[in-house]
C-alpha cells in the first residue's frame, strides 16, 4: 500500500467547465476526509465520509462542490461550473475510526486546481 | 473566524539551534492539539500531538508544549536540522474528527 493516491496531480480549466477529482484511501481505512488548501492558509475541512456515508459537510462546500465514495474505497469531488476562487490545492485524507495518536489521518499529495 | 492562529508566517534558524514555532488558539474546549510538516507538492505529514490532559509531549527532537490556559501551543525542534525545512502547521481537533489548521509557519534552517 502506497498510501493515499490521489488523481490529477494537477489541473487547469477554463472557467464554467466541470472538474472531477479522484482520491484513493489507505485500503483498511474506513474514513476518508476532504480539505482545500488556498495559498497562504491551512487546509480547510470540506467533508468527509465514513464507509459510504457522508457525515458531514463543511459551509464551504457550496451547491456546486459534490462528494461521493460509492462504495466506501475510493472517493470523487466534483465541482461545477469551476469559479476563479477555486482554485486551490484539494487534499484527500483517509483513517481509522479509531483514536490513536494522530487519529490516523494521512494526507495525499493533493490536485492542485487552476481555474482561468 | 480563524479557530487556530499562527502569527508569524516564517521563521530562520541557524542549524543546531533551537526552533520555536507558535500557536495559538480560541476555544477552550478543544481537546487534542497535533504538528504538521509539509513539503512543496506534497501533503501534510504529521508530526507530533498532545492532548489536553498533558503539558508535554516529547519525540526525539520535538517536543509540543500546551499552555491551556493562554490557549497556546508551542513545537520546539532542538537541534534544528536543514531537512526540518518545511511549513509547519498546528491544528486542532473538532468534533466530528476533522482538524482545523492554522495558516502555518515557514521555517528555513540555515546550514
Known amino acids: 500500500d502506497t498510501g493515499v493516491s490521489q488523481n490529477p496531480r494537477h489541473k487547469i480549466t477554463k472557467r464554467g467547465q466541470n472538474v472531477t477529482f479522484r482520491c484513493d484511501p489507505i485500503s483498511e481505512h474506513n474514513r476518508l476526509y476532504w480539505y482545500r488548501q488556498t495559498l497562504g492558509q491551512g487546509p480547510e475541512f470540506l467533508t468527509y465520509?465514513?464507509?459510504?456515508?457522508?457525515?458531514?459537510k463543511s459551509r464551504l462546500l457550496s451547491d456546486r462542490f459534490s462528494a461521493e465514495r460509492p462504495k466506501g474505497s475510493f472517493s470523487t469531488l466534483e465541482i461545477q461550473r469551476t469559479e476563479q476562487g477555486d482554485s486551490a490545492m484539494y487534499l484527500c485524507?483517509?483513517?481509522?475510526?479509531?483514536?490513536?495518536?494522530?487519529?490516523?489521518?494521512?494526507f495525499g499529495s493533493g490536485t492542485r486546481l487552476t481555474v482561468v | 473566524d480563524q479557530q487556530v492562529k499562527q502569527n508569524s508566517p516564517s521563521l530562520s534558524v541557524q542549524e543546531g539551534r533551537i526552533s520555536i514555532l507558535n500557536c495559538d488558539y480560541t476555544?477552550?474546549?478543544?481537546?487534542?492539539f497535533l504538528w504538521y510538516k509539509k513539503y512543496p507538492a506534497e501533503g501534510p505529514t504529521f508530526l507530533i500531538s498532545i492532548s489536553s490532559i498533558k503539558d508535554k509531549n516529547e519525540d526525539g527532537r520535538f517536543t509540543v508544549f500546551l499552555n491551556k490556559s493562554a490557549k497556546h501551543l508551542s513545537l520546539h525542534i532542538v537541534p534544528s536540522q536543514p531537512g526540518d525545512s518545511a511549513v509547519y502547521f498546528c491544528a486542532v481537533l473538532n468534533t466530528g474528527n476533522q482538524f482545523y489548521f492554522g495558516t502555518g509557519t515557514s521555517l528555513t534552517v540555515i546550514p
Open positions: 476555544n477552550s474546549m478543544f481537546d487534542y
Open positions: 465520509f465514513q464507509n459510504e456515508a457522508q457525515l458531514e
Open positions: 485524507a483517509s483513517s481509522l475510526a479509531v483514536k490513536i495518536p494522530n487519529y490516523g489521518y494521512t
